[in-house]
T-cell receptor, first 112, second 114 residues
Framework: SQKIEQNSEALNIQEGKTATLTCNYTNYSPAYLQWYRQDPGRGPVFLLLIRENEKEKRKERLKVTFDTTLKQSLFHITASQPADSATYLCALLNTGGFKTIFGAGTRLFVKA | DTAVSQTPKYLVTQMGNDKSIKCEQNLGHDTMYWYKQDSKKFLKIMFSYNNKELIINETVPNRFSPKSPDKAHLNLHINSLELGDSAVYFC?????????????FGSGTQLSVL
């Protein structure tokens, strides 16, 4: 069966450290993979996209890697801040298009 | 200006009632979606419209009927509401047709069926 899996347990880290979130997928052939941020009571907000032929993408303190052999993406936030506390959702667009499919998200808490 | 707006923000109703949620986007996008987020926070696609044409219908009960009067609007009507319909419903839009590179979401409608 097709699955997108993210750590269901919350991730707690200290301010200033690097947060690393994992997204694994099974039985998909993604054209690309996206990461979104969701705050309580709000809709998801797009952060980054990485294509199937890209290994790494950076945007300010964010870095995403994509390993199509391992079927895994890692999402890093460097120099984390309490304001980074939120739920981070991994999503992929399968080859064939039209349908963006989301993982359940990982809750990140950054302590001051 | 809110890019994707949906109303109402909260909807509390009794089982068996019929209700509608409205969505409008002012981004000029050609594709709109409805997603359902359940209590476990899993965001699941329900419908997608591209240029007012239904292109995705994800095994949603036929009590749910989307309607797109124009490219900027996608409404969701739900008949005979059931307890299991309680969830947060998100409207979203995108540009790029088949291969949308990012979705823009509304702030959600929290539906509670009593």
């Amino acid at each position: 069966s097709q699955k997108i899996e993210q750590n269901s347990e919350a991730l707690n880290i200290q301010e200033g450290k690097t947060a690393t979130l994992t997204c694994n997928y099974t039985n998909y052939s993604p054209a690309y993979l996206q990461w979104y941020r969701q705050d309580p009571g709000r809709g998801p907000v797009f952060l980054l996209l990485i294509r199937e032929n890209e290994k790494e993408k950076r945007k300010e303190r964010l870095k995403v890697t994509f390993d199509t052999t391992l079927k895994q993406s890692l999402f890093h936030i460097t120099a984390s801040q309490p304001a980074d506390s939120a739920t981070y959702l991994c999503a992929l667009l399968n080859t064939g298009g039209f349908k963006t499919i989301f993982g359940a998200g990982t809750r990140l808490f950054v302590k001051a | 200006d809110t890019a994707v707006s949906q109303t109402p923000k909260y909807l509390v109703t009794q089982m068996g009632n019929d209700k509608s949620i409205k969505c409008e986007q002012n981004l000029g996008h050609d594709t709109m979606y409805w997603y359902k987020q359940d209590s476990k926070k899993f965001l699941k696609i329900m419908f997608s419209y591209n240029n007012k044409e239904l292109i995705i219908n994800e095994t949603v009960p036929n009590r749910f009927s989307p309607k797109s009067p124009d490219k900027a609007h996608l409404n969701l009507h739900i008949n005979s509401l059931e307890l299991g319909d309680s969830a947060v419903y998100f409207c979203a839009s995108s540009q790029g047709g088949v291969y949308a590179e990012k979705l823009f979401f509304g702030s959600g409608t929290q539906l509670s069926v009593l």
